[in-house]
């Protein structure tokens, strides 16, 4: 069974720009999460998504925004970029969003 | 409430040791806990979960103890082997939100 893919594994931008992450979960999970993780820091719970709707979100801005597709797959973007932006972000997937979150090996953004 | 990691705590145990990690956890209404790995530029790996209405689970290597009366868990890994070193989350749910909200992570060194 593949487990959650996400791409690209590093995308460099300019500050001000916009970026697009993409995450594919477990199959048969309908449950996808997005959360940021800045260098030596933890993981801090951006967006979650089940059955295309965003069901949560964390204390980020709204230029952090993202959708759910029918497949169940998941963008995430990032407008107006900001050096601060420069981080992991990670995917996980989940069954039903009660247990099973199993996460991606994350996309590296740095904003130049 | 979000994660916070400004302090990376270390442990370091020699290999064949055993390692015991500790966690406190924030919630008092969390059921849901899991132990996660994680390796540098990697996502986080799954190592073992533990539910609310449980004190003690054990997998291959591994045990997760919870004491709910303190908010206290922890990870104990017998004979740490060198591919144990990594950085350790904890992650706890909250019943009525469905996220995972991360610990700040401890740093496993394993010495030869």
């Known amino acids: 069974e593949a487990g959650v893919t996400q791409s690209p594994t590093h995308l460099i931008k300019t500050r001000g720009q916009q970026a697009t992450l993409r995450c594919s979960p477990i199959?048969?999970?309908?449950?996808v999460y997005w959360y940021q993780q800045a260098l030596g820091l933890g993981l801090q719970f951006l967006l979650w998504?089940?059955?295309?709707?965003?069901?949560n979100r964390g204390n980020f801005p709204p230029r952090f925004s993202g959708r759910q597709f029918p497949n169940y797959s998941s963008e995430l973007n990032v407008n107006a970029l900001e050096l601060e932006d420069s981080a992991l972000y990670l995917c996980a997937s989940s069954p039903d969003g009660l247990w099973g979150y199993t996460f991606g090996s994350g996309t590296r953004l740095t904003v130049v | 409430g979000e994660s916070v990691g400004l302090h990376l705590p270390t442990l370091s145990v020699q290999e064949g040791d055993n390692s015991i990690i500790n966690c406190a956890y924030s919630?008092?209404?969390?059921?849901?806990f899991i132990w996660y790995k994680q390796e540098s530029g990697k996502g986080p790996q799954f190592i073992i979960d533990?539910?609310?209405?449980?004190d003690k689970r054990q997998g291959q290597r591994v045990t997760v103890l919870l004491n709910k009366t303190v908010k206290h868990l922890s990870l104990q890994i017998a004979a740490t082997q060198p591919g144990d070193s990594a950085v350790y989350f904890c992650?706890?749910?909250?019943?009525?939100?469905?996220?995972?909200?991360f610990g700040s992570g401890t740093q496993l060194t394993v010495l030869p």
């Open positions: 919630n008092s209404a969390s059921d849901y």
């Open positions: 992650a706890e749910r909250e019943g009525s939100a469905r996220q995972l909200t």
């Open positions: 533990i539910r609310s209405n449980m």
């Open positions: 998504y089940d059955e295309g709707e965003e069901r």
């Open positions: 199959s048969g999970h309908t449950s």
